[in-house]
């Protein structure tokens, strides 16, 4: 008996995203734990001919000939994100990412994005669904991993730079993970964007009685349990990126950096733990990129890279935060040490959540269906 051709999927707008869960942070944090074992194994696939690609990106030059051709501004990104993830995932899916810093004049976010899961075996769309809050929870949660095995538990301070959307969902990730955070500083660029996180923190997180807003680098990370750089700026000049000074870090503090960041010479030191999301996918980046990587690519794993590549970093000492999640690597060794955690953004990321968010989606009749086709005209 032949089987149906007929394909439908399901359409998710971010309203239907909400209501099937996309903004639960402690189930994000719970499914990219659980996606950290399955990339540490081996059981998924990104792009590239080392299958680590963090995507497919199109640039555009300085000048163009063409008047209508896009020019490359801040954070300027149109880019495909494939992956495929295995275990209870069993799905793959493609993320397309168009961000221009400039959309936020027009009172647009800085990134729209859609994702489309697939079925692997035959590549028929499941699910066509809004991606910004997707995006933007598991980038968040990728922190509250590493805060799960290397933040101190009675950690209360947390120090933010860039009060965004990414500095929403890494604070959540945060609290998530330590529960006992009372404490924000934070530092900011604009009124509106602070006025916005602030509201927000104190209508979702009653917890954080205290509020400091600080006007330096250095107070946002001297006397901090937990530290996140969540500002995006224009790429180039590792001199221009946001840095973090040895000697404003307490013992103890565990960093996570989503966004451009750059180390002083004493957290360059061996005694200060290196730890990356995936290791694979930095040094694809490596690999692709012209040298030093740091300056095309400003999160901090990419400079691990670089040093590695200078001789002043052996690969060994770069640690795999999914090594710790299979419990073949201790998580936090001891009170004082100070752990530097990079979070480089990867599409099996979206692939796990979007797959739970999916079938919360399907469980509880949220999403509208639409038909590909009955029958394919062409077969």
């Known amino acids: 008996m032949t089987a149906s051709t007929k394909i439908d999927f399901l359409y998710l707008s971010e309203a239907d995203m909400i209501r099937a ?28 001919p080392n299958s680590d690609s963090h995507g497919a990106m199109i640039t555009f030059p300085e000048e163009s000939p063409f008047p209508t051709m896009p020019k490359p501004t801040a954070d300027r990104r149109l880019m495909a994100m494939p992956a495929y993830l295995g275990g209870s995932f069993g799905k793959c899916g493609v993320k397309w990412y168009g961000s221009n810093i400039a959309n936020r004049e027009k009172g647009l976010p800085r990134s729209i994005l859609m994702f489309t899961l697939s079925d692997p075996d035959t590549g028929a769309p499941l699910a066509h669904m809004s991606a910004n809050l997707l995006s933007a929870y598991r980038t968040g949660a990728i922190p509250g991993v590493g805060a799960r095995y290397l933040a101190r538990p009675d950690s209360r301070v947390v120090g933010l730079l860039g009060p965004g959307v990414m500095g929403k969902t890494t604070l959540a990730a945060f609290i998530a993970a330590c529960p ?15 006025d916005d996180f602030l509201t927000w923190v104190s209508q979702t997180y009653p917890q954080i009685t205290t509020v400091q807003v600080v006007d330096s680098l250095e107070a946002v990370v001297r006397d901090s349990d937990m530290v996140t750089y969540c500002s995006s700026g224009a790429t180039g000049d590792p001199e221009t990126y946001p840095i973090v000074r040895r000697e404003w870090v307490k013992p103890g503090a565990f960093l996570a950096m ?10 360059e030191r061996d005694d200060v733990r290196k730890v990356v999301d995936c290791l694979g996918l930095y040094q694809a980046w490596f690999e692709e990129l012209p040298k030093p990587a740091h300056r095309h690519v400003p999160v901090i794993g990419v400079r691990f890279m670089d040093m590695i590549h200078e001789g002043s970093l052996r690969l060994d000492q770069v640690e795999d935060i999914g090594r710790m999640v299979v419990g073949e690597a201790p998580g936090r060794r001891n009170e004082d040490e100070i752990v530097v955690m990079s979070v480089g953004g990867m599409p099996v990321e ?14 509880q009749g ?9 029958t394919p005209a062409l077969s």
């Open 366 to 374: 949220i999403g509208v269906s639409l038909n590909l086709w009955d």
């Open 21 to 48: 869960g996309v903004t639960d942070m402690k189930a994000c944090v719970d499914t990219m734990e659980e996606m950290f074992g399955l990339l540490y194994r081996g059981d998924y696939r990104m792009a590239g």
């Open 258 to 267: 989503p966004a451009s960041c750059r180390l002083d010479a004493g957290m």
């Open 180 to 194: 006992k955070i009372d404490t924000l500083k934070i530092k900011a660029r604009g009124q509106r964007s602070l």
């Open 350 to 363: 979206d692939v796990a959540w979007g797959t739970v968010i999916y079938r919360n989606a399907v469980a």
